[in-house]
């Protein structure tokens, strides 16, 4: 049924976005990227989604992927999966390899000087619609100058990535502004401990950023461990990181603030818990990427009092889910995107269901 906002109940009361959700918030930014918890969990049909609805009319877009995608049977589960299909002026960079079995006519721009191990990446503009393999630049540092190239060069809007299994850092805040979240029973079939796993990702993702000072001093750190003491003065822990064996926190008086410049690992996250002398500590990590804690310690650290934030951080819009598994399991739609939106307190978005509205 359909209220006087254009908003759609169903019979048990939940809301339903008319028309095509999310699509606005994401031309807020520039950038995009569409992360799969794992293969099969409808990255590529969310991609799929956004390209269908964005407004080319008076915005000028460009897509690449940091693995392949746009395959129509998954060289992995051998199960079939939706083709990338460009509409017309749309930018595009993809692996020569790929470029050359597009199914489109196109206008070359550019042959990067980077090979991956699919050729040169090539740049092109679609002159009329039509299918698409995408392979584009195959690390974050790449990645992060075509888009570059893309935003000064051709006056690109919105860039969009689409993201390689487990490689969130196609995600990092230090490629893409905003994010979407790819999830669904190719990661869990137990809705429980999907909805729990999930929600982990999402809390991570939304951490806060520390405070400005801190931002100023430590962005320029890429290695080691370091801390801010209560005067403001930065102090390196030598030759130690968050993985060493033996960390020690000695000399460490009027520590206000702990920075892992590499990852962070449970073993870490434990020995701060449980030093006396960092209980009001805050830990800051440079984004969520480099956070490789188990939920069961992200929580223990929490509900010590410890404190996590982050020095860069992207919008997550949405959070998509394919309730079917590659092997034929099929959740229960509505009670994976209630349960999973009442976790997050985001929308959820089931996009193959009722016409592409959400549940």
């Known amino acids: 049924m359909k209220t006087s906002s254009g908003v759609f109940t169903d019979t048990s009361g939940n809301h339903c976005v008319q028309g095509v959700p999310f699509i606005n918030d994401i031309l807020r930014y520039d950038s995009l990227s569409i992360v799969g918890l794992e293969k099969n969990t409808g990255k590529t049909e969310c991609l799929k989604y956004v390209l269908d609805r964005l407004p080319l009319q008076d ?36 692996s020569e390899t790929h470029y050359r079995q597009r199914r489109l006519v196109s ?22 619609g039509g299918k698409i393999l995408l392979s584009g630049p195959s690390s974050a540092s790449s990645l992060r100058r075509w888009m570059g190239e893309m935003q000064h060069r051709f006056d690109i809007d919105l860039v969009i990535i689409d993201g390689a299994l487990s490689r969130m850092s196609s995600a990092s805040p230090a490629v893409s502004q905003s994010m979407i979240l790819a999830t669904g029973a190719a990661y869990s079939v137990n809705i429980n401990t999907l909805v729990s796993k999930t929600a982990h990702v999402v809390d991570l993702i939304n951490l806060d950023m520390t405070s400005s000072p801190n931002l100023q001093t430590l962005s320029p750190l890429e290695k080691g461990l370091w801390f801010i003491d209560k005067d403001g003065a930065l102090h390196s822990l030598d030759a130690m990181t968050s993985l060493s064996k033996d960390i020690h926190f000695e000399g460490m008086d009027g520590c206000e603030t702990l920075y892992v410049a590499g990852a962070l690992v449970d073993g870490f996250l434990e020995k701060v818990r449980k030093n006396k002398s960092l209980k009001q500590v805050e830990l800051v990590v440079r984004d969520f990427t480099k956070i490789f804690v188990t939920p069961q310690q992200f929580r223990l650290f929490l509900k010590a009092g410890g404190r996590i934030r982050v020095l860069q951080k992207s919008k997550l819009i949405a959070v998509t889910v394919n309730p079917t598994s590659p092997s034929g399991y099929v959740l229960d739609s509505d009670i994976l995107c209630g349960k999973l939106s009442e976790a997050i307190g985001l929308p959820v978005y089931d996009l193959l269901k009722n016409n592409h509205q959400c549940n």
């Open 59 to 94: 915005k000028r877009i460009a897509v690449t992927s940091i693995g392949i995608d746009g395959e129509t049977v998954d060289q992995v589960t051998r199960t079939q999966k939706p083709e990338i299909v460009l509409r017309e002026g749309m930018y595009f960079g993809t």
């Open 107 to 128: 206008e070359l721009i550019d042959v990067s000087d980077e090979s991956t191990s699919l050729g040169r990446v090539v740049t092109a503009k679609a002159i009329t």
